[in-house]
């Protein structure tokens, strides 16, 4: 017998999320283009992003053929990459921005940005050096990796002011303590702790 999943976080409904997911206005838009494997995952952070922010789409899928849009909005991939500019470089622009955010493992967003050559092309923009994730249950594969929600949060609060956007890492954060209350005290201490 399956558990209940609540419709809008798809989370079990015993863990609802919605509560603490805010509804906060940003003047940047954020596209998020999600690997398909990344969409049933129990911790789908993605996911979380666009429930909270008003100016956000999240797509699924492989192939985005209608990318970038041509409508005036300057796009930059938030994606390391050899010419990245810094995110706090971004706030000079004088018209309207969007962030294209793909979520996945590091492999498959570069292989989102592989098969779509259109992506591949964009400005790409990347957080500063240094950072640290709040995201105890995976090793990261290399340092300043964050989760898809911490670099949304942290791009937005460097573009449209210092912590306006935190308030969406309180379901973030209940989401990671729901995971290790569930696997227990024990088997994360063995199996996580020390591997951020």
């Known amino acids: 017998m399956s558990r209940s999943q609540c419709p809008r976080c798809q989370r079990p409904s015993s863990h609802c999320l919605c509560a603490l997911i805010p509804s906060i206005t940003n003047d ?10 990344e969409s049933g995952h129990a911790l789908n952070t993605a996911r979380l992003a ?20 041509d409508d005036g909005v300057e796009n ?5 990459g ?6 706090c470089d971004l706030a000079q622009a004088s018209g309207p921005l969007r962030l294209i955010v793909p979520d ?21 923009a990347t957080l500063p050096e240094g950072l640290v994730s709040r995201y105890r249950l995976r090793k990261a594969p290399m340092p300043g990796a964050l989760s898809t ?18 308030a969406l890492l309180k379901p973030f954060d209940a989401m990671i303590e729901a995971q290790i209350a569930a696997m227990g005290a024990e088997v994360f201490q063995r199996n996580h702790a020390g591997t951020r």
């Not at 429930?51 to 956000?56: K, S």
């Not at 930059?76 to 390391?80: E, N």
């Not at 929600?149 to 573009?159: D, G, P, S, Y």
């Open 82 to 87: 050899e010419r990245a500019i810094g995110v």
């Open 76 to 80: 930059y991939l938030l994606f390391p």
């Open 50 to 69: 666009a429930l909270g922010l008003t100016n956000a789409e999240l797509r699924i899928g492989e192939r985005f053929e209608d990318l970038p849009a």
């Open 104 to 124: 996945g493992t590091w492999r498959k967003a570069r292989k989102l940005l592989h098969l779509n050559r259109g992506l591949a092309s964009l400005p790409r």
């Open 28 to 37: 940047t838009a954020v596209l998020i283009l999600q690997h398909p494997s």
């Open 149 to 166: 929600l911490e670099a949304i949060v942290t791009a937005l609060n460097l573009l449209e002011g210092d912590h306006r956007f935190d």
